[in-house]
């Protein structure tokens, strides 16, 4: 308990330093727009692939489980658009993401950090946690929701192509219910949700990474301890919100 | 000129530095010697902050109390400050040109035609001209090293710390390292710290040497009062092997 306390705290001190004045703005944009690419761009195929899928499924599911005659069709697409855009997109692909992005940060941190990259840094005059962890942060909150976004479209589409592939539903009934009782407010709140998820993945691979002592089995040791208390933050966040905003 | 006053460092229960009293002349090679594990590296650490002293222990650059210093105010005193790590701490996800740029980039307001010509004149410098689109993965461990030094004297450092600089290296190449280390010394007129346990490098080009013992500062001198002192624990560390030994025996024959 006390040691959980400690990291919080260190953690806490470590944002306080990261969310500093940069030392040089166009080097902190050239950075920014590399990590938006390496965390953001690059995790593109992976979240199409898991969304396509994610979303084939659930429509398959509520397709499969829906037996009783008084639920109209347009019920599925209904279905498949409310847990993608509530749930599954900004919940299960930040999980993901916390697996690719988390362990990548991690280990990227880690290894500068044994290898006393960051040192080399911080004896020029360069804060280290500015320069390093802030445009990833940044990079991850700006792009995570743009992602999402992407992501959700896709899980309609995978729905879709399930629902028309096993012909369970045609796309008019599916295409009514995607567009039935449609709440905008809740893309606000999964894009919200995103970017705490987005906040929370970078800045705890983040810490686990910078504060990596040893050599090469420990920087995998941290990476590891960067995922799951990352998925954790997330779990947690995402109920703490789902109460904050929905009830 | 660095002083360092009364240091003493240490980590929760155990003391690693015990008042450590000495001064890193100006444009000289000072030379840190001591067995592994009796604080070199964690002295060196504690003169450019990476570690924290103990309460009471002063470091003073030029005159400044780099201990009293806030965040701020120490980056600009490490601007000042060229350090080559023990294994050379390149920044893997750039190229040659671009480690030896970064702090030119990162501090100066430069052109990127000034830039280039200093990155090539860095690199000139140490033997490594036209070499600047590899990528550190792709150089020898002495390349390394050398690409490590350039990147140090990129900003015309008034001080420049050299952790280990032969370590993993082959003897020849140690010595390009070692003549390298002193020409930019005298070059330069800078206050260069040297910490090693390599005696090659500490006769060649040790200008005041600091023997560090239990992390004491056991014993000052220079590369020539080295070799004639009775104390027990330099004669130990100098003289450890059976050659070395034999060497000693035939010099004090010689001088009776």
Known sequence: MLKALQNIGKYMHMLWIVFSRPEKWAVFRERLFHEIHFIGINSIPIVALMSVFMGGVIALQTASNMTSPWLPEYTIGYITRSSTILEFSPTMISLILAGKVGSNVASEIGTMKTTEQIDALEVMGVNSLTFLVLPKILGAVFFFPVLIIFSMGLSLIGGWLSLVLSELASTETYVVGIRSFFVPSNIVYALSKTVVFAFLIVSISSYYGYYTKGGALDVGKSATKAVVTASIAILIANFLLTQMFLL | ?256
């Open chain 2, 1 to 256: 000129m660095i002083e360092v006053k009364n240091l003493d460092k240490s980590f929760g229960d155990k003391q690693i530095l015990h008042g450590i009293n000495t001064v890193f002349e100006k444009g000289k090679v000072n030379m840190v010697i001591g067995q592994s594990g009796q604080g070199k590296s964690v002295l060196t650490k504690c003169i450019v902050g990476l570690h924290e002293p103990d309460e009471g222990g002063e470091i003073l650059y030029g005159g400044n109390n780099f201990t009293k210093m806030n965040r701020k105010e120490r980056m600009l005193i490490r601007q000042e400050i060229g350090m080559l790590f023990q294994g050379s701490a390149l920044f893997d996800s750039m190229t040659v040109e671009q480690n030896i740029m970064f702090p030119l980039t990162m501090f100066t307001k430069m052109s990127k035609k000034e830039k280039l010509d200093r990155v090539n004149f860095c690199l000139d410098r140490v033997n490594l001209e036209g070499r600047n689109g590899l990528y550190p993965a792709e150089c020898s461990g002495g390349m390394q090293k050398r690409i490590a030094i350039a990147r140090a004297i990129a900003m015309n450092p008034k001080y420049l710390f050299c952790d280990e600089p032969n370590s993993g290296l082959d003897p020849k190449t140690a010595i390009v390292i070692d003549n390298l280390i002193r020409e930019i010394t005298y070059e330069f007129d800078i206050t260069t710290v040297v910490i090693t346990h390599d005696m090659n490098s500490v006769i060649e080009i040790g200008d005041n040497i600091m023997f560090i013992h239990q992390g004491r500062n056991w014993w000052s001198g220079n590369r020539k009062t080295i070799l004639t002192t009775d104390n027990q624990e330099i004669i130990d560390f100098v003289y450890a092997s059976d050659f070395m030994k034999e060497i000693r025996s035939s010099m004090q024959e010689k001088r009776k």
